[in-house]
């Protein structure tokens, strides 16, 4: 008895430490970046490392927000990012909600050939979207961007909605039609309140997405002053030296929005994982 | 308020014919249930009504206007669903007020009509909670409440009471008879349950595989029903069904099952002598098989040696399961008698109430 309690001690030790190193190689990096975004430059690489500076400084912060266009960066980013996040729950939510509810003739091919597109890999068509973009005028503008970050994403969400609509209660529509509403006012009175947690998923990962996109707007931005901030950042990569604790500052404050959206829809997000749950 | 007419009405789901030929007239203020087994095209013929389902051919007015092409929004009803759909995002008070807001109803106009239509179904202190803390009972209130403060010219039901126990069922069918009386407005109601559309109904209309059986007074309906599918629908513990034939001795008629003989009453001989030598079915209720020394005074008992299988007693009646020879059926006898399980018993048919079916084609013979 005291030999199984004793392992079983044991095993759960482990099961800690395992845990434990487990996140210690998911934080550690980014308790570094946290860290080094404190120092002053010359701290940087230090010897022995320390993780807790020992003159913190806010420095590297000022620097990051004023200089390098760095404030003009972020609000492109946040237009691109909230833009298209917005077009892509929108326009999503409407084709599911078509796919789920309303029967035409091709339904099912057209929805096939919509997950066609998930199953190429994103870089294949960086090329040919990169020509669809200059023939449309669309290179070195936000808007194109947001074109094209937003018709890559409808396919996933698309197809991430539709089960969920279908799995809401016909019924529910069924009485708002004979209360007097239209398709629209099922749309948009019901199935949209009624799939907060789906879209609230469906707009955190877009935003992630989006926020964080670096290939696309490298590819089809020249424009210094149309920049996205991941591509800005990447930049502040001297060719002939890294102002680390400028980049983890400025990568820092990136971060924020991200931190704020995620805040504030997790309560929806949570029961987006748990769809099964949800009760009409 | 309106009359509701069906008028040869079709409904096909690709091969199957949901609703087959259905013309029904339904008088302005009436209750009509409609009845039938889960499948029988009920739900479906309520749903054509309301504009849920577009009708393959015929036609159906509301009032004297064809609706066949009106959206359902623009046909004036109002549905009680079987899961009452009542939006989980909004209050009751919401709930109610939803219909009348997209119709644009004045503020003070929705305000009067859902908290009179809450004092009618007793739930005004409910207003502000939303369904998912109401129990079944309050849910169906307010499905109703959804219904009423519409005021539309016709009220569709379907199977609004399935998903309540059966106190609570009882209790709301007699809610709903009384809220008709109050509201005189025509009333669809679609269930499968026959003491429902008996207790409810001005007149019932009974369907099997998408076709009307017989629609009539749901009395009529009990007393004279059309067909065999009829007649062992309506009723509870059902008909007892026999395949006999009639038989002519000495100027009287019998029904003859082999295992019993019994006579039919004088009267009756006009109407079943052209089957005498063949083949037909014999019907007869739990109800009018009695226990000799209950039987009621004034009827002409016919005797039918039986064996008592099993007996179940209800406190105000006792089933009793016999069989006399191949024929298994159900009496229903009074519970002061002293029949037991496995007894060789003599029971009394009161063959006033007897009735006769073709075998061929099932209708009843009169």
Redesign the interface.
């Known amino acids: 008895m005291v030999q199984f309690a004793s392992r079983r001690k044991l095993l759960s030790f482990m099961y800690y430490l395992l845990a434990t190193l487990g996140a210690a190689v998911m934080i550690l990096p980014f308790v570094w970046m946290v860290s080094t975004s404190f120092k002053e430059h010359a701290f940087v690489i230090e010897f022995p490392p320390r993780l807790i500076p020992a003159n913190p400084t806010l420095s590297n912060f000022e620097q990051a927000w004023t200089a390098n266009n760095f404030q003009l960066y972020f609000r492109n980013s946040l237009l691109v990012a909230v833009t298209s996040t917005l077009l892509v729950v929108l326009l999503s939510a409407m084709m599911a909600y078509a796919f789920a509810r309303f029967e035409f003739p091709g339904k099912e091919l057209i929805f096939f050939i919509i997950l066609l597109v998930l199953f190429v890999p994103n870089l294949i068509g960086i090329i040919p979207q990169f020509l669809l973009a200059k023939t449309l005028n669309l290179r070195n503008s936000l808007i194109g961007l947001v074109f094209f970050y937003v018709s890559g994403s409808i396919p996933f969400n698309t197809f991430l909605l539709r089960g969920f609509f279908e799995a809401l209660p016909k019924e529910l529509e069924e009485a708002v039609l004979i209360d007097g509403g239209s398709y629209f006012t099922i749309f948009s009175r019901m199935v949209l309140p009624l799939s907060k947690p789906a879209l609230a998923t469906v707009a955190i990962f877009s935003f992630l997405g989006f926020w964080d996109e670096y290939v696309q707007s490298l590819t089809f931005i020249d424009d210094p002053l149309k920049r996205t901030l991941p591509v800005a950042i990447a930049s502040f990569h001297g060719q002939h030296g890294t102002e680390w604790g400028l980049v983890f500052a400025a990568s820092l404050i990136a971060i924020v929005p991200v931190v704020l959206v995620y805040i504030s829809l997790q309560r929806y997000f949570t029961g987006g994982l748990t769809t099964g749950a949800f009760k009409g | 308020m309106a009359s509701v007419t069906y008028e040869h009405v079709y409904k096909r789901f690709g091969e199957v014919t949901a609703v087959n030929d259905l013309s029904i007239k339904v008088e302005d203020r009436e209750f009509l249930v409609l009845v039938g087994p889960s499948g029988c095209g009920k739900s479906t013929a309520l749903r054509l009504l309301?504009?849920?389902e577009e009708i393959t051919d015929g036609t159906i007015y509301i009032g004297d206007r064809v609706v066949n092409d009106v959206?359902?929004?623009d046909r004036d009803?109002?549905?009680v669903?079987?899961?009452y759909?009542l939006?989980?995002?909004m209050s009751v008070y919401d709930n109610m007020a939803?219909?009348l807001k997209?119709?644009k109803t004045p503020k003070d106009e929705i305000k009067r009509r859902v908290e009179e239509a809450a004092e009618i179904l007793g739930i005004p202190h409910l207003l502000d909670r939303k369904p998912?803390q109401l129990s079944g009972g309050q849910r169906q209130r307010v499905a109703v409440g959804?219904a009423i403060v519409?005021e539309p010219k016709v009220f569709l039901f379907d199977e609004p009471l399935s998903n309540l126990d059966a106190k609570l069922r009882v209790e709301t069918r007699a809610n709903i008879s009384r809220l008709h009386q109050r509201l005189q407005t025509t009333f669809i109601y679609v269930t499968h349950d026959q003491v429902e559309a008996m207790t409810m109904a001005s007149r019932i209309a009974v369907m099997n595989q998408g076709i009307l059986q017989q629609i009539d007074t749901p009395q009529n309906l009990y007393d004279l029903p059309d067909n065999i599918f009829v007649a062992g629908f309506i009723g509870s513990p059902a008909m007892n069904f026999f395949n006999a034939s009639i038989r002519k001795d000495d100027g009287k008629l019998y029904v003859d099952g082999g295992a019993f003989s019994v006579k039919v009453p004088e009267e009756r001989i006009p109407t079943y002598e052209a089957y005498v030598g063949k083949p037909v079915v014999f019907g007869i209720r739990p109800e009018d098989i009695h226990d000799p020394n209950f039987a009621p005074p004034g009827i002409d008992p016919q005797p039918v040696e039986a064996n008592v299988d099993v007996t179940e007693l209800m406190g105000n009646e006792i089933f009793v399961y016999l069989n006399s020879g191949d024929h298994n059926y159900v009496a229903r006898f009074d519970p002061r008698t002293s029949i037991r399980m496995g007894n060789n018993v003599q029971v009394a048919f009161n063959m006033a109430n007897m009735h006769i079916f073709d075998r061929d084609t099932e209708r009843a013979v009169r």
Request: glycine share 8%.
């Open positions: 309301a504009g849920l959206a359902p929004k009803i109002a549905m669903f079987q899961s759909a939006y989980p995002h939803f219909g997209l119709r998912r959804r519409r």
